[in-house]
């Protein structure tokens, strides 16, 4: 009913930019926000950084000042565009939508995840 397709994910070398993109398809009744989280080898699933459908933005820590969030409502997409990458942002990046139901719920979706590689 509803798919995430990311892609933009590789190797690149520490100090360089990687930009990631998910598109959100199908039986979507609203939007409530979307965002990224990633996960390392033994490791847990962390946030990222999320933006609501009214452009609110939040970000981990770790990543402020080097990645930035963005949305294209038209088109149920969002990016985070990556710069300064370290090795420590290896992990695999996973899009997350938030939806609001025509009931009043929320539901979570997820992509099937991307790898990305910091690496000389």
């Known amino acids: 009913q509803v798919q995430l397709v990311e892609s933009g994910g590789g190797l690149v070398q520490p100090g360089g930019s990687l930009r990631l993109s998910c598109a959100a398809s199908g039986s979507i009744f609203s939007i409530n926000a979307m965002g990224w989280y990633r996960q390392a080898p033994g490791k847990q699933r962390e946030l990222v950084a999320t933006?609501?459908?009214?452009?609110?933005?939040n970000y981990a820590d770790s990543v402020k000042g080097r990645f930035t969030i963005s949305r294209d409502n038209a088109k149920n997409t969002v990016y985070l565009q990556m710069n300064s990458l370290k090795p420590e942002d290896t992990a695999v990046y996973y899009c997350?939508?938030?939806?609001?139901?025509?009931?009043?719920?929320?539901?979570?979706?997820w992509g099937q995840g991307t790898q990305v590689t910091v690496s000389s």
């Open positions: 997350n939508l938030l939806t609001d139901t025509s009931l009043g719920g929320v539901v979570d979706y």
């Open positions: 933006i609501t459908s009214g452009g609110s933005t």
